[in-house]
């Protein structure tokens, strides 16, 4: 079986940063942060190739956060930094084989989730 689990979330100030982790058991292919704002739609932060090479982001979030991971097996971090109100979303990690980028329908597995709430 394969489960995704996410952890490092947490109330945060504006200017704050916050390192989130993903875990991957089971498998190990490409993964993809997204994310969904409060009466937003879920939408795509970040990727990384299952070799960890080719970080792809967002426009939203280029230049403050940074996806990492050492190997496939290894855990996949999302280091945010400055963060904003905006930024406030619950952050989902999801794996594929085909797809390290904003092609949501192609990513197979996902976590649960968790809150990242950011407070002016």
């Known amino acids: 079986q394969v489960h995704l689990v996410e952890s490092g979330g947490g109330l945060v100030q504006a200017g704050d940063s916050l390192r989130l982790s993903c875990v991957v058991s089971?498998?190990?292919?490409?993964v993809g942060w997204f994310r969904q704002g409060p009466g937003k739609e879920r939408e795509f932060v970040a990727g990384?190739?299952?070799?960890?090479?080719?970080?792809f982001y967002a426009d939203s979030v280029k230049g403050r956060f940074t996806i990492s991971r050492d190997t496939a097996e290894a855990p996949v971090f999302l280091q945010m930094d400055t963060l904003v109100p905006e930024d406030t979303a619950i952050y989902s990690c999801?794996?594929?084989?085909?797809?390290?980028?904003?092609?949501?329908?192609?990513?197979?597995?996902w976590g649960q989730g968790l809150q990242v709430p950011v407070s002016s």
């Open positions: 089971g498998r190990a292919y490409h």
């Open positions: 990384i190739t299952s070799t960890g090479s080719q970080p």
């Open positions: 999801a794996d594929s084989k085909v797809t390290w980028k904003n092609r949501r329908r192609r990513y197979d597995y």
